[in-house]
């Protein structure tokens, strides 16, 4: 009887895994049909537009370790971490006892001296500040005659705006960039160089500043036609046809205000004794500054407006030369450092706007900013060539901090309207890049293509091969 029922069970066993089999195969089989089944696509207009996305962290531009220069005994602390400074404030000294009282002597002894001079020092005087004002006057044309606002490419065609105005700043360049201020008509421009970074509104009626040194500019067309050009302006203008005489007038300006001061020095007193006063109160100034040099040494002073992010010091502390007494870093000008891989940094250029995330923050804010500089020279991070690049917020933001982790999005290129598809559409062989058009629901054919711009979305354009509507299809 046992006998019976074992093999019983064996020849139901053998049919249950049969049917295993037998179900595992239509599985398999139905698996293998739906496989066959094609993916399609419709080839559709859109804006295809390529990126590079770096990920970097903020900086604040300037950052420092101070020390005196000498050593000496700390008689005051004005500052406590996290206060806020101003550039040029005292933040710590050593004490100057013995230095004021040597000081004190100094300015008397240069009191005589120009007490001394004083019957014929008043010609000198307005001698020296007429020919300053002929000296500054003749700079101030050399610089402001001929300026000329530069394209940034060769390839703009508007009419190159109108500078005018007298400038009164230093020798350098702007970098002028045009902008439309969001979807009203508009504009503003983005100043850089000379002066600190300035956002100006882009006056309709009058020609617009540039900056705070007395030029302004002025644009000969409508508006529009300048949205997103580049304009630099050197100062001045070595290549106008006015600089030559310009600068000789200048030149000459010079020769003739030391002419001239020569002349009222030696009217002094019109003897040798002029000489020897003038000489000892020259003396004396010297011995004044020489010791207000020391006294400074003494005095540690912000080297920018910040913040106090350390203290290494104490009243009546005896400090050394050159040791670190405190630290201070920029509260209001951020960058972000950035390495971007070598396969990228053909991509981009110094100009680009860019599109900044911060992690602190999430990710729906963004800040808008700007590449300013990018490094010539490779280094490697874990064996692959970078380049550093820095970006600039556009704007100041009190709850940006220096550390922050940062997303930078770099829009290299976009082009509108045109026709594309995902690029698991598009296949390639040794005869060029395809894609498979649908001719009905069960035969498609082979179709070459040209491609264009590739997109960072997964769109690439489509040059040629394809119309707008043709529906291409996939295989797995």
């Known amino acids: 009887m046992i006998k019976r ?37 419709t080839a559709a ?43 040029g404030e005292t933040l710590v000294r050593l004490d100057t006892g013995a230095l004021q009282a040597d000081l004190a002597d100094a300015k008397a002894s240069v009191s005589i001296r120009e007490a001394e001079l004083n019957n014929t020092g008043t010609s000198l005087t307005k001698v020296t500040q007429k020919q300053d004002a002929l000296v500054s006057s003749a700079y101030k044309n050399l610089l402001s005659s ?47 160089g000379l002066e600190a970074a300035l956002d100006v509104k882009v006056e309709k009626t009058s020609p617009t500043p540039v900056g705070d040194n007395g030029l302004f500019i002025d644009f000969q067309d409508d508006l ?6 580049t304009w630099y302006v050197y100062i001045p203008n070595i290549k106008s046809s006015v600089y030559a005489n310009n600068y000789n007038a200048y030149e000459q300006a010079l020769r003739e205000r030391a002419l001239a001061i020569d002349a009222a020095e030696a009217d002094l007193r019109g003897d040798a004794l002029s000489s020897i006063d003038q000489a000892q109160l020259a003396q004396a100034k010297a011995a004044v500054a020489r010791i207000q040099a020391q006294i400074e040494q003494r005095v540690i002073r912000a080297p920018f407006s910040g913040v106090i992010s350390g203290i290494d010091a104490e009243v009546g502390e005896i400090v050394s030369a050159g040791s670190t007494v405190l630290a201070v870093v920029s509260n209001g000008d951020f960058e972000i450092e950035l390495e971007v891989p070598e396969i990228d940094v053909s991509k981009i250029e110094v100009g680009n706007v860019v599109d900044i995330k911060l992690d602190a923050f999430g990710s729906i804010e963004t800040w808008a900013g700007e590449i300013v500089a990018i490094s010539q020279a490779e280094t490697y991070v874990d064996g692959v060539p970078v380049y ?20 930078v999005m770099i829009m290299t290129e976009t082009r509108d309207n045109v026709l594309a598809v995902p690029s698991e559409y598009i296949d390639r062989d040794e005869d060029g890049r395809f894609v498979n058009i649908v001719i009905n629901e069960d035969e498609a054919e082979r179709r070459d293509v040209i491609i264009g711009l590739r997109g960072s979305d997964g769109y690439i354009e489509i040059i040629e091969g394809l119309s707008e509507g043709d529906v291409v299809t996939k295989t797995e």
């Open 5 to 41: 029922i074992k093999g019983i069970w064996k020849k139901r066993k053998i049919w249950i895994i049969a049917a295993v089999i037998i179900i595992a195969l239509i599985i398999i089989g139905g698996s293998k049909k739906g496989g066959d089944t094609n993916e399609t696509y």
């Open 146 to 192: 001929g300026l000329v606002a530069e394209p940034n490419s060769s390839n703009y065609t508007q009419a190159a705006p109108i500078l005018t105005g007298r400038y009164s700043g230093s020798e350098g360049y702007y970098k002028i960039s045009v902008k439309r201020k969001g979807s009203a008509n508009e504009y503003s421009l983005s100043i850089f």
């Open 224 to 229: 529009a036609e300048y949205s997103g050009t």
């Open 45 to 87: 207009v859109r804006t295809v537009t390529e990126q590079v996305e770096v990920a970097g962290k903020v900086q604040s531009n300037d950052f420092a370790e101070l020390g005196f220069e000498v050593g000496g005994k700390i008689s005051s602390v004005l500052v406590d971490i996290g206060d806020e400074v101003s550039r």
């Open 388 to 407: 550093q690049t820095n970006v600039r917020f556009a704007e100041s933001d009190e709850r940006i901090r220096s550390g922050l982790s940062a997303t």
